[in-house]
């Protein structure tokens, strides 16, 4: 890659992986639910799935999503769904501690949290087109280095800012997570929690292929 290439990457790949999007909310619930450790662990799920994501781009499914609406509409709401289901079951406090006391968390384990930022990541197609649309915009086309070989590099640097970013949410999350001790407050937070997830929902459900 050279210099230029980066300099116009990266700040765009900062902006785009730090805007409020289903699976950087779905990172600061889990903060404001789990604490940071839980949060940036669940993000190898994240990870996972976005090399998923890459490896369907090169191999050409992502030009057959691009292109057919059928297809974006099904994976968009089937990540609307799981949001939502995600989002009614926190604010009904679905999650209690083994005393029974409505309000309280109890740790979700974190092979739940990674599952979650897989399957967001994976049904969200707005991420699918983010490795076909914005991602090769970047490519430069009469280079020595193959497309393919360019499309790799560029996706693992997004991916490592996009980690990055998240990582902010979780810790924003995390923070919020601290203000709260009761068990009132947490049956408040809960809500509010949920509400954040019922908001990615309708972010994920409002998406468009352009």
């Known amino acids: 890659m050279t210099l230029n290439q980066l300099i116009l990457f990266l700040p765009s790949a900062l902006i785009v992986a730090s805007s409020p999007g289903a699976n950087n909310l779905l990172a600061f619930a889990n903060g404001s639910r789990e604490g ?28 057959v999503l691009e292109a057919s ?15 939502a289901f995600l989002g009614v079951k926190t604010m009904m406090g679905g999650e209690r501690s083994e005393g029974g006391v409505s309000g309280t968390v109890v740790p979700v384990g974190t092979y739940s949290l990674v599952r979650r930022e897989f399957i967001t990541a994976m ?21 020595s280095v193959s497309i393919t070989n360019q499309l790799l590099v ?11 970013a998240a990582t902010g949410w979780a810790l924003a999350g995390s923070i919020v997570r601290s203000l709260h001790a ?3 407050q947490f049956a408040i937070f809960n809500r509010i929690t949920g509400v954040t997830l019922l908001g990615a929902a309708v972010m994920l459900a409002s998406a468009r292929r352009t």
């Not at 799920?45 to 191999?59: H, S």
């Not at 049904?123 to 280079?143: C, E, G, H």
């Not at 560029?154 to 990055?164: F, K, Q, R, W």
């Open 154 to 164: 560029l996706s693992a640097i997004y991916i490592s800012v996009e980690l990055m």
């Open 123 to 143: 049904m969200n197609p707005k991420a699918i087109l983010l490795f076909t649309a914005f991602v090769p915009q970047f490519v430069v086309a009469d280079s």
């Open 69 to 83: 609406e059928i297809a974006f509409q099904i994976i968009k709401w089937a990540g609307v769904l799981y949001l």
């Open 36 to 63: 940071l450790r839980p949060a940036i662990l669940a993000l190898a799920g994240r990870c996972v799935a976005f090399v998923f994501l890459v490896a369907i781009v090169i191999g050409g499914l992502g030009a």
């Open 182 to 184: 009761s068990a009132r």
